[in-house]
């Protein structure tokens, strides 16, 4: 099960960038942003409301305040991110290299902040990650025409890359569980109201009568919104923060394929080599991770007592702040 929701969430995903792809050149980034949440709130909302209202029950201030922040990070700031520096020029090979680094921060810090210690064979998945994206985006920077980018530009993808960091781990130190109906409605609306306001106020708000729009926005809907951000946070849950996002590595290399299939783009033996880097990495890391708990804490020596924790109350594993842990005090 599994590899069946890691391979549906890497189609998902990816195609994220493939419905990108669609919409370009058609509108400005925060009218396809604009018009791809919109309708996307409008019926979660009408579901919230009628058939999983008992999901809601419970549910605080504080908690709708948490997820709002989570959506504003995760959607708003890194899709907006991605969007313009596309737009700005910076090409979407050199855009999908500086959002590949996102699995080396998220792996570096998911020990200090949840208790998920990467190990040296996760490590050596994660290096081999990082060279499969670098050889695809370096394939696909080559292939690309040179456009004249200042150089101020090439900040804006890392902004978004930190962006979604910052979103995986401010989840995984939610005190409560919050259902998947539920983050993803308050996370949708959220980006449906950011990027309203912002179409609005730069007057960019009116579609444009292309099909072709309309045929992006169904596209990104479906899935890369209900498909790949949804997956994202149920395998992150499922399998921890190193797992999920070690994932992010085949991102690159599946959708050069797919792009060489449906737009005819390029795709060599660089190209080639980078997506069996790719799967390498993801081998390499499931496999240091097979027999562990993504959230179990080093073990006390025996004898240990609980008067062993800091004064403050905090665990040595921080294994009450990670995905999952309902009912427990953040710590």
Not at 40 to 68: P, S
Not at 192 to 199: D, I, P, Y
Not at 251 to 267: I, L, S
């Amino acid at each position: 099960m599994n590899l069946l929701l890691s391979a549906a969430f890497v189609l998902c995903w990816s195609s994220g960038f493939i419905g990108a792809k669609l919409g370009a050149g058609s509108a400005d980034a925060v009218t396809i942003l604009m018009w791809r949440f919109l309708p996307l709130a409008a019926v979660l909302g009408l579901v919230a409301v009628t058939l999983t209202r008992h999901a809601w029950r419970g549910l605080t201030a504080r908690a709708v305040l948490r997820q709002a922040a989570i959506g504003a990070l995760s959607q708003s700031g890194y899709l907006l991110t991605v969007y313009y520096a596309i737009q700005l020029g910076v090409s979407s090979g050199t855009t999908a290299l500086i959002d590949g680094t996102q699995p080396l921060v998220a792996g570096a810090l998911a020990g200090p902040l949840l208790g998920q210690y990467v190990s040296r064979r996760q490590w050596l998945g994660l290096g081999l990650g990082v060279a499969g994206v670098a050889l695809v985006t370096v394939a696909d920077a080559t292939a690309a025409a040179t456009v004249t980018v200042e150089p101020w530009a090439y900040a804006v993808p890392f902004l978004g890359m930190f962006s979604l960091v910052a979103a995986t781990f401010l989840e995984g130190r939610s005190p409560t569980r919050t259902a998947p109906s539920v983050a993803m409605t308050i996370h949708c609306a959220t980006s449906a109201v950011v990027f309203t306001v912002l179409a609005t106020a730069t007057g960019a708000a009116a579609p444009p009568a292309e099909a072709s729009f309309w045929t992006a926005i169904a596209w990104l809907v479906i899935l890369a919104t209900f498909g790949g951000y949804g997956l994202y946070w149920l395998v992150l849950r499922r399998s921890g923060v190193t797992e999920v996002n070690t994932l992010m590595f085949l991102m690159a290399p599946v959708t050069a394929v797919w792009g060489a299939a449906m737009f005819d783009e390029p795709f060599g033996i660089q190209t080639a080599a980078g997506l069996a880097a790719g799967l390498a990495a993801v081998t390499v890391v499931r496999r240091g991770a097979a027999g562990r708990h993504p959230l179990r804490p080093p073990r006390r020596p025996h004898g240990g007592r609980k008067s062993d924790r800091t004064r403050s109350g905090r665990g040595s594993g921080m294994e009450s702040c990670g995905p999952g842990a309902a009912g427990k005090r953040c710590v």
